[in-house]
């Protein structure tokens, strides 16, 4: 913005190319014809004065004197620093070309406590109109709008203090409203389990842990059974340890995976983090069927999923 006027408080001023408009107690010096004087005594503006035919003239100090000598005079495109503003409203226009044939206009708003900038994006040439839209930030929440071609609703995203919801038009009649919270941007370091059933334990070197990036949890390691787990028990689910907080399913899962030697066993997942050991299966010598699990055996448990609220 430029200041048209000079703006003097007290004793201070800016030159500009309409005069000078004063605040202060003494009269100005030098003054010219087109000037403005706002007397001010102990902080406030007493009386309004015009410089005319070389001579002051008083003036109604009334808020139309306000309106034509003050904003009409200083604030016609200045800019203003370490001032506050108390009141009042905020409106910008703007024009811009994007890209080649494509010109955006707008107006942003300060008012009511809330800020928004509302646009379009046209075709240069023939002004049709290629897009649209609005931000507004309420003191509560951030939305953004973008509308298509059509002027309707195409995008949309509303980012509050529980997270971001978004809209979009061609997916919503399918899957609705998407929310991200807290817990889908949460990663937590690799950690290990440290509870174990009776007889299980952690692998050596190969301590069961587990990870999370965002909603995915990766589980690494084995454990070791420190017992015999005969024929007749491979078929039960036997627990084996816990997964920490922040680290467990939503629902019961389960995995068939590899163990020692041709054992495969299904692991399985409990909603509170509990995993199980059960169905183990191996080669018998002379099919295929429920084994015997050795002591000391390797129980592996990689695998990935989606990990649950906390």
């Known amino acids: 913005m430029e200041v048209s006027g000079k703006i003097v408080i007290n004793n201070m001023s800016i030159d500009t190319s309409q005069g000078t408009v004063s605040w202060q107690e003494e009269e100005p010096s030098n003054p010219v014809n087109g000037d403005t004087w706002f007397k001010v005594v ?12 070389d001579a002051w003239v008083e003036v109604e100090f009334a808020s139309q004197i306000i309106a034509e000598e003050l904003i009409g005079k200083i604030i016609t495109g200045a800019e203003i620093n370490g001032s506050v503003i108390n009141g009042g409203e905020f409106n910008n226009t703007f024009t811009e070309p994007v890209g080649t044939d494509a010109t955006l206009t707008g107006n942003t708003t300060i008012q009511r406590g809330i800020v928004e900038t509302q646009y379009a994006v ?17 003191g509560v929440n951030i939305e953004s709008v973008q509308n298509g071609a059509d002027d309707l609703p195409a995008t949309s995203s509303v980012f509050g203090a529980t997270g971001i919801d978004m809209y979009n038009r061609e997916f919503n009649s399918q899957f609705g409203t998407v929310h991200l919270g807290y817990q889908d941007l949460m990663t937590l370091p690799r950690k290990e389990v440290t509870v174990f059933g009776s007889g299980f334990g952690a692998y050596p070197g190969q301590a069961p842990s587990a990870e999370r990036y965002m909603r995915s949890v990766q589980l690494y390691g084995a454990f070791i059974n420190n ?8 078929y039960e689910e036997l627990w084996m340890g816990t997964l920490p907080v922040g680290y467990r399913p939503a629902d019961k899962l389960g995995f068939i995976v590899q163990g020692t030697g041709s054992t495969r066993f299904l692991l399985q997942i409990d909603r509170d983090g509990r995993i199980y050991i059960s169905r183990v299966a191996g080669w018998t010598g002379s099919a295929y069927g429920f084994v015997a699990v050795a002591s000391g055996s390797w129980l592996n448990i990689q695998c990935s999923f989606i990990a649950a609220d906390i």
């Open 42 to 53: 102990n902080g406030v503006a007493v009386n309004a004065y015009i410089r005319k035919n």
């Open 122 to 138: 046209n075709n240069t040439t023939t002004s049709a109109l290629l897009s649209s839209g609005r931000q507004t930030w309420n």
């Open 227 to 234: 017992n015999i787990i005969t024929a007749s028990q491979a």
